[in-house]
């Protein structure tokens, strides 16, 4: 089994900053890839951030900028740093994880997701 576990959701201003960590535990032989994804009321999920083994971030255009993916491997963990933040950016964040299990099968894993809430 594997889990991914955020944290760090809450209540910002706009243009205030949070940060999101999310860590993976369980029957790991490697990551190949650890992202977040957002999904706001009423639409689609879409790519917020990705970022390799090799630590090669890949952005949405809508945070390019703003926001900063990284990762440290050695404690399977990804964090997504948020500045600047928008209305827009107001959603429930999702870490991602493709993972290469102890069984050798190659599977996508989500965590539970993060409240991501911009007000003022």
């Known amino acids: 089994q594997v889990q991914l576990v955020e944290s760090g959701g809450g209540l910002v201003q706009p243009g205030g900053s949070l940060r999101l960590s999310c860590a993976a535990s369980g029957s790991i032989r490697s990551i190949i890839a650890m992202g977040w994804y957002r999904q706001a009321p009423g639409k689609q999920r879409e790519l917020v951030a990705t970022?390799?083994?090799?630590?090669?971030?890949n952005y949405a255009d809508s945070v390019k900028g703003r926001f900063t993916i990284s990762r440290d491997n050695a404690r399977n963990t990804v964090d997504l740093q948020m500045n600047s933040l928008k209305s827009e950016d107001m959603a429930v964040y999702y870490c991602?994880?493709?993972?290469?299990?102890?069984?050798?099968?190659?599977?996508?894993?989500w965590g539970q997701g993060t409240q991501v809430t911009v007000s003022s």
């Open positions: 991602n994880a493709a993972i290469v299990t102890e069984l050798g099968y190659s599977l996508q894993y």
């Open positions: 970022i390799t083994s090799g630590g090669r971030p």
